[in-house]
């Protein structure tokens, strides 16, 4: 017997906080995928601890999701008991890992996006969110500065990496528009000062995005035509052979402990 999916209160506050924690856990997952597999053990070791910082952060989020929510659901159930279609993560974080190359622009045009994103969250009138980004900050910055470097390396590196590296710009691009949408429920917390508006960092982020494309002797795509449809649960394929492996366990042994 498989455990059921669960019914979820999509408050505006509930939504906007399960769409940080999916976008965490979703990738944090991806780097785990990492694990006895990266170009060398010092990097295995990189990637799984950015992993273990990204699944803190979806834990801090979803245990607070329940708390406002409160309807019985805690950080265990919203990761592993929601349909795919429940899941309001960026496109961008389920995104197949490819190349060494392709995860690290992944990597790097989000966490570009997520150090401005919680640095300026720590302004927020909500107490608990502020206070989650003034952790999640510090991890962010890590995780640009360590993904920044490796652009470089294989932008200005050998021919192969340079063109590993510009394909995944050009393979990942139009699913970095969607990190500055905004719909309707978040509106109104970006009016109480709860949420930030995402457009207002575009400008730095394309700014810093741009410096080290540039020194990495790589090239953006000039085309703005950005894919979306992650914040209200349209995914692509990716999504759903990633959760059929996370969620195995507790679906196939529902509320196993060990």
């Known amino acids: 017997m498989t455990a059921a999916s669960i019914s979820v209160s999509e408050t505006p506050l509930v939504l906007y906080t399960l769409r940080r924690a999916d976008d965490a856990l979703i990738l944090g997952h991806r780097l785990s995928e990492w694990c006895g597999h990266a170009p060398m053990l010092e990097e295995d070791m990189a990637l799984a601890n950015m992993g273990l910082d990204l699944l803190g952060q979806a834990r801090e989020l979803y245990t607070y999701a329940a708390k406002v929510e409160g309807k019985g659901n805690d950080e265990d159930k919203f990761a592993y ?75 200005d590196g050998t021919d192969e990496s340079h063109a590993c590296a510009q394909g995944a710009i050009d393979d990942l691009w139009a699913f970095t528009g969607e990190m500055f949408a905004v719909d309707d429920s978040e509106h109104a917390l970006i009016e109480t000062g709860v949420a930030i508006d995402p457009a207002s960092l575009k400008p730095q982020w394309l700014k810093t995005v741009t410096g080290v494309v540039n020194e990495a002797t790589l090239a953006l795509p000039t085309n703005d035509w950005m894919q979306q449809g992650g914040r209200v649960g349209r995914h692509s394929e990716h999504l759903g052979h990633l959760l059929s492996e996370l969620q195995s366990l507790q679906r196939t042994f529902p509320g196993a402990t060990w």
């Open 81 to 155: 008991l929601r349909d795919v279609r429940q899941y309001r993560n960026l496109l961008l974080m389920e995104q197949p890992n490819g190349d060494f190359a392709r995860t690290m622009m992944r990597q790097f045009f989000y966490s570009a996006f997520a150090d401005l994103y919680w640095r300026a969250m720590m302004k927020s009138s909500d107490m608990t969110l502020a206070a989650i980004a003034a952790k999640s900050e510090k991890e962010s910055a890590y995780h640009l500065r360590h993904s920044s470097e490796w652009i470089v390396r294989l932008g």
